[in-house]
């Protein structure tokens, strides 16, 4: 694979079209600093795919494209492409491959392979394994040369890896550890799930168990138990009928009873009369007496309660004696306690303040002593301070020291080396000054030549330019056609799908329209699609027909028959039917409106339709009357008396009786009738731009042979002025590369004298300097010494205080645990005499009471034995009046007793019927409980059978067992105990049990192939880790090996090896550089000079690109830090290493360009706008 050529427009500096061929061998890249020669080697890395604006020497996208000038405006967009040679390296079937990368200035960017749009993935793959890529070996610059100098061992690794090809499996390590913990992962939450899981199946088989158990006993139980509802039916059918034959006879019984029980209430009542009449007569003198009575036992009840009091007064002075003795005896004693307590409070409180100043005192030393320890702690960290500051200042001192050393010897040693430099340098500029003189004069002489051929080229690059423009501005207005025209295309396919799904119908029509049953052959369609309608009338016609757009349209009645029926059969809604073989056309109205203002026509008029369907658009249009305004359908309406059906051309309606519809009204997608009048218009807007790219096409080729002439006229102007440019080019890219030599060996002369005097200069006042240091060292370390001394004796007496601190601190504690003590003696002896000086008060309290007790006892005494004297007399005289009152009453209950036994013996007789009548009544109505109860049990019996076992008596009959009673009952009672003893029974336990299970089975076989995964991936890894092993060490040995030949080529000797920090830790050991130049000792790469760095780095990446070869490569600049000499040494190895991979050299040195085989030149004509100059050097000496 060769890289032939890369083409560019717009990129960076490059405002116009450049083309830049690339041959075999080297192609350089020369031009003045700023001239925009970098700018190739961003192209091609760009392409190739760099997505980091900044790796591209700009801080946004918009940075790479042209951003104008004073005298060019910026471009919109930047594009450049490169053609490659297939030579079967890449994955395409093309022997020419051209990669393209566009960029616009909105942001917008786009790939194409062989000019066919493709993605950045392609174009990563299309160079997978090629050795070709915008990060590898193919683009070596500058900051490639500074990332490997500025790199840490580990990060040095980094390049050898992707050298050796183990990035990729680096990457997919990490992707296959990624899997792995997700597998570990999975792994914990599956063992997680798993436990859990486990954990509820033993229960709920268990309860699956127990559940299919007492499945197996109820259904048993259920038969048990219809056969004892079977014969409990009919024990109550034969109860029933004995009991309704008792009931009657207890009825009659009843009936003849009740007879009797009459004529004897009928003589009892006369008696009870006559016996009234006495208990009046007696209740009257009662009464009297009863009054008497109450008075006397009145008087009676006083006196006794007199005598009570008169007894309980004795009782009450005894015990107020007793009390009054006992409570004198109280007060004594807590008045003597008393003045105990308060003793002891002053004594305890005399100890308190004592304990309280000793206290004060002992804070107030701990306080004067912790004072002392802060100042002695300031005191030693104030030595350590400054201990710490002196050994620091005196380790700057040693290392400023070793330095100084280090600098004299290093400067002793380059004084013979730095001698020979200077005279070779002088010898070389005076060469150089002479050449220049040469090329200056030629150069003046080719220049007139070439400004008069420039004018006639100026002149076509003019023309060919408004050409271009006038190009392009036709290709855009084409790609905005195409786009336009995919636009349309996209939006008629999107209505044209929601026309055939009927997109806005109702469920009902949308289900008759797409239904596949045999009478739908009958259906011609919905009104909406039989109808051609202009898009000035969809307004009008969609209010005209407003659900009617829905109705659909069919052959005969037969057919709307079957719809209907379908319908009804799906439960899918109602739909009105028009059948066209029994549609009524009613006329129009009568009222002549032809030449009314604003009056368009019958709204049947105004739209298209098959001739087949002329009879429903006339069913449903041909009253509805089309006007413009609504004003004129007003005046209208109102002319022909509100008869007629009017609409208007923005959708208001007026009806027949004077009712206006309207208000907003949108075109939405749901409609039809809309979305077929915009389906038309799309197809119409299609055909017009479909006939607007193809004269746009016709222009553009017009254009474009115009342009090929001007172009052809261009070439042959070109032609005729490309000697003599190439040779003005040849001479001006020498002169300005010998300009730059010179200057750069002037100022590298002037660099040399200037090193050599201040290196003099350096060495006198470093050895000032070594010696003026050796003295502060020594006076330092006596410093050093005194300052420990100090810091050590202000710690012992610091301990000293801290020690006297922790001490009294102690003792303080102490002392608090005994204040705490007395203050809770005092504290409780305070208590105590507030608790005694409330018994003394309550008991002083206690004999007040006592002593007014005694005195109101004495009062009450002598008024009560008054009132018993009066009392006796009134008790005397009301027992007289009594006597005489209770011998009448005895009288006159004697009478009563006579009548009432006379009523007693008939009351007996009675009672003797009634207990007959009501024992005969009571077998009478436990005969009806008992039909009622019977009854109400047999029904619920019948009702159990049909809810519990769905069977009617009869056939309960027919499924009944054969089993005795007693052997049901203890059936039943058996079967309930079992159920009851296998305790609460989860009736889904064993579907859930199941699905558990099924979920527990999933799980293990989840985890089986987890860990299969695992153990996979494990090994996965393990071979990815031997791979990358052998491979990076197979290619360290390697690469080993070719810097080792590199290094002695560019330093004409010497030796450099490669080593691993660790080698124990291949994969992931940092790697150093160990160098040893010729006639120095063996040394870190680290401690070379810039240009001997850089170059140990050339030769690093050169054994790179050695061991993996890539078909060109790009080094931009990679010479600027290498002295002349080098520089030659590396131009030479350069055209050797050329023989396997073409360059494209990106240069200002003169040694360089005199190894390569071709060379473009880069200079800046207009402020801010690069050109190409091509020199091919083939057959130049």
Same mark, same amino acid.
């Given at each position: ?24 061998? !080297? ?43 004073? +005298? ?73 040369? =500074? ?76 038969? #048990? ?22 009931? +009657? ?13 009459? $004529? ?112 002695? =702690? ?71 030549? /070439? ?34 025209? +995919? ?51 969809? $307004?009008?016609?969609? #209010? ?73 658009? =006339? ?97 042959? !102007? ?114 105590? !005499? ?28 002598? +008024? ?10 009134? $008790? ?105 003893? /296998? ?12 699905? /558990? ?50 290094? #002695? ?23 150093? !550089? ?40 790009? /080094? ?20 050797? &290493?050329?023989?396997?991979?073409? &360059? ?38």
């Amino acid at each position: 694979m060769q890289l032939k050529r890369l083409e560019a427009y717009g990129f960076k500096s490059f405002a116009d079209k450049i083309e830049i061929e690339f041959d075999h061998g !080297i192609t350089a890249i020369v031009g003045p600093n700023g001239s925009g020669k970098s700018n190739i080697s961003d192209a091609i890395r760009w392409v190739l795919g760099e997505q980091n604006i900044r790796n591209l020497r700009g801080t946004k996208a918009a940075d790479i494209i042209f951003s104008g000038s004073a +005298q060019r405006k910026a471009l919109g967009v930047a594009e450049v492409s490169l053609v490659f040679e297939n030579q079967g390296d890449m994955a395409i079937d093309f022997k020419e491959v051209v990669v393209t990368r566009r960029l616009y200035r909105s942001g917008e960017s786009e790939f194409f392979l062989n000019r066919a749009p493709c993605r950045l993935k392609d174009i990563y793959n299309l160079f997978a394994d090629t050795g070709i890529g915008h990060d590898g070996m193919s683009i070596i610059g500058q900051n490639r040369i =500074d990332d490997v100098l500025n790199s840490k061992p580990e990060e040095k690794r980094a390049f050898f890896e992707e050298t050796a090809g183990i990035t990729k499996y680096r990457n997919r390590k990490k992707e296959t550890m990624r899997k792995l913990d997700d597998t570990e992962n999975n792994l914990v939450r599956l063992s997680d799930i798993k436990q859990e899981i486990e954990t509820q199946l033993e229960p709920l088989s268990r309860q699956a168990e127990k559940t299919r158990q007492y499945n197996e006993l109820n259904t048993s139980f259920q038969r #048990v138990r219809l056969t004892n509802l079977h014969q409990k039916h009919e024990k109550l059918t034969a109860s029933m009928e004995e009991n309704g034959r008792k009931k +009657q006879e207890f009825s009659d019984r009843v009936t003849e009873i009740q007879t009797e029980i009459q $004529t004897m209430e009928a003589n009892s009542e006369g008696i009870s009369k006559a016996v009234i009449d006495i208990e009046q007569e007696i209740k009257a003198q009662a009464d009297q007496n009863e009054q008497v009575r109450g008075q006397l036992e009145e008087v009676n009840n006083k006196l006794a309660i007199l005598r009570d009091r008169e007894n309980r007064g004795d009782t009450d002075r005894e015990r107020i004696l007793n009390q009054r003795s006992e409570l004198e005896t109280v007060i004594q004693s807590v008045k003597q306690q008393m003045e105990e307590l308060e003793t002891k409070e002053q004594s305890q409180n005399s100890d308190l303040k004592l304990m309280e100043e000793l206290l004060e005192k002992d804070r107030k030393k701990a306080g004067e002593i912790r004072k002392r320890i802060d100042e002695q =702690d300031k005191l030693r960290l104030s030595c350590e301070e400054k201990l710490k500051n002196v050994r620091t200042e005196l380790a700057e001192k040693q290392k400023e020291l070793a330095l100084v050393r280090h600098d004299l010897d290093a400067l002793e040693e380059g004084k013979s080396q730095r001698e020979s430099i200077h005279a070779a340098a002088k010898a070389e500029l005076e060469e150089l000054r002479r050449e220049q003189e040469d090329l200056r004069q030629e150069t003046d002489d080719l220049g007139k030549k /070439l400004q008069e051929l420039s004018d006639n080229e100026q002149e076509e690059r003019r023309l060919k330019k408004e050409m271009s423009e006038e190009y392009r501005r036709l290709q855009e207005s084409e790609r905005i056609k195409q786009q336009e025209a +995919q636009k349309l295309e996209s939006r008629m396919q999107i209505l044209e799908r929601m026309q055939q799904a009927y997109e806005g119908f109702g469920k009902a029509p949308k289900a008759v329209l797409k239904s596949q049953e045999p009478w739908h052959k009958g259906i011609c369609g919905a009104v909406a699609e039989l109808l051609q309608v202009s898009q000035k009338y969809v $307004t009008a016609v969609e #209010v005209a027909l407003g659900g009617n757009l829905q109705n659909i349209v069919a052959e005969d009645e037969a057919t709307v028959k079957a719809a209907i029926s379908f319908l009804k059969r799906e439960r899918l809604g109602r739909v009105t039917f028009l059948p066209l073989s029994s549609l009524v056309i009613r006329k129009q109205e009568s009222g002549n409106v032809k030449g009314e203002p604003g009056v368009i026509g019958y709204a049947n008029t105004l739209v298209g339709s098959d001739e087949k369907y002329r009879r429903a658009v =006339d069913f449903l249009l041909s009253r509805t009357l089309v006007v413009d305004t609504l004003d004129n359908g007003l005046a209208l309406a109102k002319k022909q008396g509100y008869r007629m059906r009017i609409v208007t051309l923005e959708g208001e309606l007026l009806t027949p009786g004077g009712a206006i519809s309207g208000g907003s009204h949108q075109h939405r997608e749901a409609s039809f009738l809309n979305r077929t009048s915009e389906i038309e218009s799309a197809r119409s807007k299609l055909s017009e731009n479909s006939e607007q790219l193809k004269r746009l096409s016709e222009k553009r080729g017009e254009t474009e042979k115009n342009l090929v002439a001007v172009g052809s006229r261009l070439d042959e !102007i070109e032609e005729e002025i490309q000697k003599t440019r190439v040779h003005k080019a040849e001479l001006r890219v020498s002169l300005e590369g010998i300009a730059h030599s010179l200057s750069e060996k002037e100022q590298a002369y002037a660099d040399i004298k200037q090193r050599e005097q201040e290196q003099q200069t350096s060495f006198a006042q470093l050895d000032r300097r070594r010696v003026m240091l050796a003295r502060e060292e020594e006076e330092l370390l006596r410093k050093v010494d005194a300052a420990e001394q100090k810091a050590l004796d202000e710690t012992a007496m610091l301990d000293d205080f801290e020690q006297d601190a922790e001490e009294l601190a102690e003792y303080i504690q102490q002392r608090h645990v005994k204040h705490a003590v007395l203050e809770q003696q005092v504290f409780q002896s305070r208590q105590n !005499i507030l608790l005694s000086k409330k018994d003394l008060d309550r008991s002083q309290a206690q004999l007040e009471q006592n002593l007014k007790e005694e005195k109101e006892l004495e009062e009450s005494l002598k +008024q009560a034995a008054e009132k018993m004297e009066e009392l006796r007399k009134k $008790t005397e005289a009301f027992q007289t009046d009594f006597d005489a009152g209770q011998a009448v009453q005895d009288k006159l209950f004697k009478d009563k007793m006579q009548k009432l036994e006379e009523k007693s013996d008939l009351d007996q007789k009675v009672k003797e019927a009634g207990r007959k009548l009501k024992t005969a009544e009571h077998q009478l109505s436990e005969a009806e409980r008992v039909l009622d109860r019977d009854g109400y049990s047999l029904q619920e019996c019948e009702t159990k059978m049909l809810e519990d076992f769905g069977l009617t008596p009869e056939r309960a009959a027919e499924e009944a067992e054969d089993l005795p009673v007693e052997e049901i009952n203890s059936r039943l009672a058996e079967l309930s105990d079992k159920m009851k003893a /296998l305790g609460a029974v989860n009736p889904n336990a064993v579907q859930e049990y199941e699905e /558990l299970k099924t979920r527990h089975d999933f799980m293990e076989k989840q985890s089986e192939d987890l860990v299969e995964a695992k153990e996979n991936l494990l090994v996965i890894l393990k071979e990815m880790d031997e791979k990358m092993t052998e491979q990076f060490k197979e290619a360290f040995a390697q690469i080993q090996i070719y810097f080792g030949e590199i290094f #002695v080529r560019l330093f004409e000797g010497g030796k450099a090896e490669l080593e691993l920090l660790d080698p124990n830790d291949v994969l992931n050991t940092g790697v150093d !550089i160990i160098v040893q130049l010729p006639q120095k000792k063996r040394q870190n790469m680290s401690a070379l000079s810039g240009g001997e760095r850089a170059l140990t780095v050339i030769a690093l990446l050169f054994a790179f690109l050695k061991y993996r070869p890539s078909p060109f490569s790009v /080094l931009d600049e990679i010479d600027a830090p290498l002295d002349e000499a080098n520089v030659v040494r590396f131009g030479s190895f350069l055209r050797e &290493f050329s023989a396997q991979t073409q &360059f494209i050299v990106v240069t200002h040195r003169k040694s360089t360009m005199e190894s390569v085989d071709r060379m473009y030149g880069v200079t800046i004509e207009d402020a801010g706008v690069s050109r190409i100059l091509s020199v091919k050097l083939d057959n130049i000496a």
